[in-house]
């Protein structure tokens, strides 16, 4: 009977384990059903992780000097990205990361399991949700493939990506989306956007110490950035970057403590475009010719005819110079400078400053501001008037009519009739008379009553204004709008279009557009812009030498100027002519040789008078330190203009 009863409950107990086992058994198959079902669901939308290798990259504009080795400006869209294989990409940069994001990257299978118990045991300590555990390839998947809502279904899908992600691509290569797709602060994307940004170098070239210092900005990338007001932050997270480094192996001690010392010099805030004007000019030739979504996402490279050095010496010239003319009351100044034989522009400063403030404090642009920055003087101030500098367009017409630099006229006082309205009786420079003067004296020092009888009686107030536009002056339209006047420079003109006129005196009557790209090539390449700037006789070589000479002829123009340093270059052969206005609201000076042609202008925005501001005075000097420098580096430049006969 014991026996019977021990074989009953057993059999009630093995039932029992036998239904709870297959209760087990219903639950573990439900939920594998249902994890099958959560996983179909969630993954049937997904994108799909083999796409990746194929994300587009917006690829920017590059505009270079003539060198092809000097960047002076990227075009980019919303998001500044440049994609960067891991090859090209320094070997410290992936530790670094690794280091300050993900230790285990190299062994866990995309979930980083002794991270995540970290992660808990570290919340609940603080009781609060403290830390994340997130992987590289987690943050891959988020960055890249997924949306940034915070739910249950989006983790879901994150998890399924992230173990795509490990199964189908290799660790570098999850490293090198990653490293490409990450946000760096601001419009910059990618260790190739953030490298340039930060540093201004190619990541390829990053440090040590900047490698650990862009790592540590990934987690905030606004807080940490250098540019803001945490700076200390981010380079004391920088040293624990580099301590953790060394920890995990991945630099020594003595590595790292080099690392730590080293000072590292971020890039200036706003300041990374250089000759902003001259690029600005280059943008809106291209914007004209490929449209701006072409532009910011093809990645054109664009060679320009920029000389580096001779840019850097014309903004040192307008800088320092303009800064001494505030003493006439001058505040503003522009330059530029082109080869002649070529038209190639090679440096271009729009501006005394860009970067500074406007003058006075509060001025409206375009209104009442003496300064300026933004607005570039060499191509697009408007209703200026050359002044005397406009006189060797007119000489030279009287010359191609058979006058030459012995022609005599009468430099005594004359009434020129009713012009506007009222007599012309117009004064010298001095106010005195010489009686008569060759045609070589009158122009060598820019003598008014001459030169306004060589206009009328010589040359031809028509004739004047077609060969003035011929030489390249784009702004005389109607000619019923001059007079007299126009020989001593009553023509408003643009200071790029007076150089490109004087550059004919230069090649001895040729005539060339200026330029300002050399080529445009595709990604792949391919040119799309060649420069095929041609030339054109459009002068006599006689008359063209002829200028050259009297320009270029000390003993003429000294009973004015004396013996004028800023005019002379020791050492070299060069003809130059000033302008100034009435009351001085403009003061020019333009001048070159066979193998360089610059001028600058010297004023206010605004047009207010400047004070005794002779283009002599103002404009000579910063003419002068330009040309010492520039010439100095150009090989041909000491060549001889030719005998006017």
């Known amino acids: ?69 000097v960047l002076l400006y990227e075009v980019y869209g919303e998001e500044k990205r440049e994609f960067a294989p891991l090859r090209e990409i320094s070997s410290f940069l992936p530790l670094a990361v690794i280091a300050a994001e993900d230790q285990n990257f190299y062994s866990h299978f995309g979930v980083d399991l002794k991270g995540v118990a970290r992660a808990v045991l570290r919340n609940l300590s603080m009781l609060q949700a403290a830390q994340g555990a997130s992987t590289i390839t987690q943050q891959l998947a988020r960055t890249v493939l997924l949306s940034r809502e915070k739910t249950l279904g989006r983790k879901v899908r994150e998890l399924i990506l992230t173990l795509e992600l490990e199964r189908q691509y290799s660790k570098d290569e999850i490293m090198e989306f990653y490293l490409n797709h990450i946000p760096w602060g601001g419009n910059s994307y990618g260790a190739g956007a ?196 406009f006189k060797p367009f007119v000489y030279a017409v009287a010359f191609e009519k058979g006058a030459d630099d012995t022609t005599i006229v ?42 306004i009888k060589v206009l009328l009686d010589l040359a031809g107030l028509k004739d004047s204004i077609e060969r003035a536009k011929e030489l390249g002056i784009t702004t005389l339209k109607d000619p019923s709008n001059y007079g007299p006047s126009l020989v001593l420079g009553g023509g408003e003109v643009y200071l790029l279009d007076m150089v490109t006129a004087y550059s004919v005196f230069a090649t001895e009557g040729k005539r060339v557009y200026p330029s300002a790209v050399l080529s445009v090539e595709d990604s792949q390449g391919r040119n799309l812009w060649g420069n095929k700037n041609g030339t054109a006789q459009i002068m006599e070589p006689a008359v063209a030498r002829l200028i050259t000479s009297i320009l270029s002829d000390e003993e003429a123009r000294a009973p004015i100027f004396g013996r004028a340093f800023s005019l002379l270059v020791p050492g070299y052969e060069v003809a130059v002519k000033t302008g100034t206005t009435q009351e001085y609201r403009d003061a020019w000076t333009i001048g070159y040789t066979k193998d360089l042609v610059a001028g600058v202008w010297v004023g206010n925005n605004d047009n207010t008078a400047m004070t005794n501001a002779a283009g002599s005075v103002v404009g000579a000097p910063i003419w002068n330190q330009f040309m010492r420098e520039a010439l100095a580096s150009l090989e041909s430049s000491k060549s001889q203009f030719q005998n006017p006969k």
């Open 1 to 69: 009977m014991a026996r019977w009863r021990y074989k009953k409950t057993y059999q009630k107990k093995f039932l029992l384990l036998s239904l709870l086992a297959q209760a087990v058994l219903f639950l573990v198959l439900l939920a594998l059903l249902a994890g099958i079902g959560i996983f179909v669901y969630y993954a049937k939308d997904l994108p799909r992780p083999e796409n990746l290798g194929e994300v587009s990259f917006a690829r920017p504009t590059k505009i270079y000097d003539r060198t092809g080795r």
């Open 194 to 389: 953030a490298s340039q940004a930060y540093f201004e170098k190619p990541p390829s070239a990053l440090t040590l110490a900047e490698s650990a210092a862009l790592a540590a900005m990934i987690q905030a990338p606004t807080r940490y950035s250098p540019f803001g007001n945490h700076q200390d932050e981010l380079l004391a997270r920088k040293d624990f970057m580099l301590e953790r480094m060394a920890q995990l192996g991945f630099v020594s001690h003595e590595e790292e403590q080099e690392a730590k010392k080293e000072e590292l010099v971020f890039a200036v805030s706003g300041t990374s475009q250089k000759a902003p004007h001259f690029v600005l000019d280059v943008v809106d030739s291209l914007l004209s010719r490929y449209g701006e979504d072409f532009l910011r996402e093809n990645g054109l490279k664009v060679i320009t005819t920029l000389d580096w050095e001779m840019q850097k010496a014309a903004e040192e010239a307008v800088s320092a110079l303009a800064e001494r003319n505030e003493f006439f009351n001058a505040y503003n100044a522009g330059l530029v400078a082109m080869n002649p034989q070529t038209g190639e522009i090679l440096a271009l400063v729009g501006s005394r400053g860009w970067s500074e403030e406007s003058y006075p404090a509060g001025c409206v642009s375009g209104k009442n501001c003496l300064f300026d920055p933004k607005v570039n003087v060499v191509s697009y101030l408007q209703g200026r008037q050359p002044g005397s500098a």
């Open 410 to 451: 009468e430099d005594v006082e004359t009434n020129f009739g009713i012009w506007g309205g009222k007599e012309y009786i117009p004064q010298n420079y001095d106010g005195k008379f010489r009686g008569p003067v060759t045609l070589r004296q009158a122009l060598a020092q820019s003598l008014n009553i001459p030169s």
